[in-house]
Every structure is written in C-alpha cells, then in structure tokens.
C-alpha cells in the first residue's frame, strides 16, 4: 500500500535523483539519506510488478517523467497492457502535457501547483488533453491561489480534480525552509513522538481552492497532512473539510461529489 492516500501503489520506472530539485523534495532526501545510486535510468519492469486487482497506480511519484520524452511512449504502453488499472500521472511541466495527447484511457494527468504564478501555465497545458481525468494538485500549498480559473472549469469543464495538502518532512530541514523562503507557512508537529513535521498552509487559503472547486462542481481531495489545519475551522465552514466527524474530505473522480 502506498502512503500517498489518493493512490493504492506508487511506481517509479525511471530511478535516480530528480534533476528538477524542488527545496522541499521529500524523494531527493529519501535518496540521499539511504545512499541510493543517483544515476538516471530506466526500468520500465516495475510496470509489470503490479496486482492482478484493479487498482490506482501512481506512476513517477520520486521523479519528473516528463523531462525524459524518449522513453514515456514505452511507459503508456505499459499502461495500455493493464487497463484494468487506473494509471495516475503528476508533473510540474505542463507545458509537455498537449503533445502526448490523447492519453491511454485508463491514465488520470494532473499538474503540481504550489503557488499562483504554476496556476496558469497548469490551465493552459490541461484544458485540451484527452485523458481519464484532469487534475491539479495543491501540494504543497505555499501562498493564496486566485482560484477565478478554477470557478471557470464549470463551463469549460477542464478540470475532474483538486487535491490540497501542506508540505512534510524531518523539522529540521522544515524550520530552515520557514525562516529562509516560507515564514507565512505554520510549522507544526503531525505525530506524537515528532518524527514527523509539517508547513502548514493558511486556512484561508485552502477554504478559498474548497469554495471555488465546490462551485465548480469538482471533487476535492484533502491530504491527511491537513488535519490539524482543519481542526482551527470554524463550526460553520465544517462540510467545507470534513466527510464527518473524523475524517477529512478525500474524493476521488468518479464517486458522488459532496457540496
């Protein structure tokens, strides 16, 4: 099982240290911290190491697919020989998105956006793609969005999916990155032993991407790592965040939207 909630199992079939170097990059530190080989290179096999049941595979989750073209032909094939299985894409290079559209049908695409300046190039790259589902995930959530394009997608039907969520880690590295990039972001402890450690996104800024997907009739996707964030909500704004008492909205495209 994956830790990623919106996924059963992650897939990685391009090993190595992802050139694209984001400062919060969990697999980068997962990879220097175990000493693992850094080269880049392709193992296409791990595709074929899935479950016979069908389930949601996230393929890349510790690397920018898009940045290799010559060898993501093979990994759709891949994809083509299982669909019975949903195949779920995320990439912070929308711009890559149109030339390798239609997607498999059984492929859901999405683009990372962590502030408002990643929203537009996001639309522009998913708004005529062909694919199971298109998504943008908010993870992790650094400054407000103007969500005006997102309340838009209710016409233009350009978007299937949101995800929100805050950014994780060791508190160390967390505390450095508050002082040196992000100081509107709250650091808080999400265990109790404090192994692990969160960024925490404003809630006015989550409850603006909420409002605007819920007018839109999009579902919405709300990480674990935002628990504590939604517990500071108010009575009233409670269906914004929470499927019931105790857990938070986590939807996925394709089951009953709850607005």
């Not at 990643?118 to 908010?138: C, V, W």
């Not at 409850?207 to 997907?213: F, G, L, R």
């Not at 790592?225 to 909500?233: G, Q, V």
Request: net charge negative; hydrophobic share 40%; proline share 8%.
């Amino acid at each position: 099982m994956s830790k990623i909630e919106w996924t059963d199992i992650t897939r990685n079939p391009i090993k190595g240290k992802c050139p694209t170097a984001c400062p919060y990059c969990y697999a980068r530190a997962i990879y220097d911290e175990n000493k693992w080989d850094p080269d880049i290179r392709f193992r296409p096999e791990v595709l074929d190491k899935i479950p016979r049941k069908p389930c949601r595979i996230f393929v890349g989750s510790t690397m920018e697919l898009f940045l290799f073209p010559e060898w993501l032909p093979v990994i759709f094939e891949k994809c083509r020989h299982y669909p019975e299985h949903t195949f779920i894409f995320l990439t912070k290079q929308p711009q890559e998105l149109p030339q390798w559209s239609p997607f498999p049908r059984n492929c859901e695409v999405g683009v990372s956006v962590t502030n408002d300046d990643m929203l537009k190039p996001a639309f522009d790259g998913l708004y005529d793609i062909e694919a199971k589902a298109t998504f943008i995930s908010f993870e992790p959530l650094l400054e407000h969005i103007n969500t005006d394009v997102i309340w838009a997608a209710q016409y233009s039907k350009w978007l299937d999916w949101v995800i929100i969520g805050a950014m994780t880690g060791r508190k160390g590295k967390l505390l450095q990155l508050q002082e040196e990039r992000y100081p509107q972001l709250r650091l808080e402890k999400l265990d109790a032993v404090g192994r692990k450690w969160t960024l925490l996104p404003r809630l006015e800024w989550v409850k603006d991407i909420v409002q605007a997907a819920d007018g839109a009739g999009i579902p919405v996707f709300l990480k674990d790592n935002l628990y504590k964030l939604a517990m500071d909500r108010p009575a009233e704004d409670h269906d914004l965040y929470w499927e019931d008492l105790a857990n938070l909205r986590q939807e996925i495209p394709g089951k009953e939207v709850m607005v």
